[in-house]
């Protein structure tokens, strides 16, 4: 599992049992989009079944996350796991994966 969406969701429980950490998070939020004002951003969208959906919002809601951050570290994270996977049975395309982590194209 990755590393940072386990620590995050952590931190989102351990706040919703001994407080809110909303604060934190808009400015958190807030100093991101200002430090990356030139990233480009895209949209991505998907039908899933109505009760996945429910379930995504009852979790964002109980740990008072921001879907978009939430989903963000999930696709990271089924990202992060298919390259392991890919890793182990392709070895020689190693750069490959590593490009897929920082984005460059070969």
């Known amino acids: ?3 940072q969406f386990n620590e995050y969701i952590s931190y989102k429980a351990l ?3 001994l ?13 991101l989009e200002e430090n990356n ?5 895209k949209n ?5 079944s109505k009760d996945l959906s429910d379930r995504i919002d009852s979790t964002v809601n109980f740990l008072d996350i921001r879907k978009r951050k939430f989903i963000e570290l999930a696709i990271i994270q089924a990202l992060d796991a ?3 996977i890919i890793a182990n049975y392709i070895s020689n395309d190693d750069d490959w994966i ?9």
């Not at 590593?98 to 070969?106: L, P, V």
């Open 98 to 106: 590593e490009s897929q982590k920082t984005g460059a194209e070969k």
């Open 44 to 48: 991505v969208c998907t039908k899933m």
């Open 15 to 17: 706040g919703v049992k």
């Open 82 to 84: 298919a390259d392991e």
């Open 37 to 41: 004002h030139n990233l480009e951003i």
């Open 19 to 31: 407080g809110s950490t909303t604060f934190q998070d808009i400015a958190t939020d807030q100093l």
């Open 1 to 3: 599992m990755n590393r």
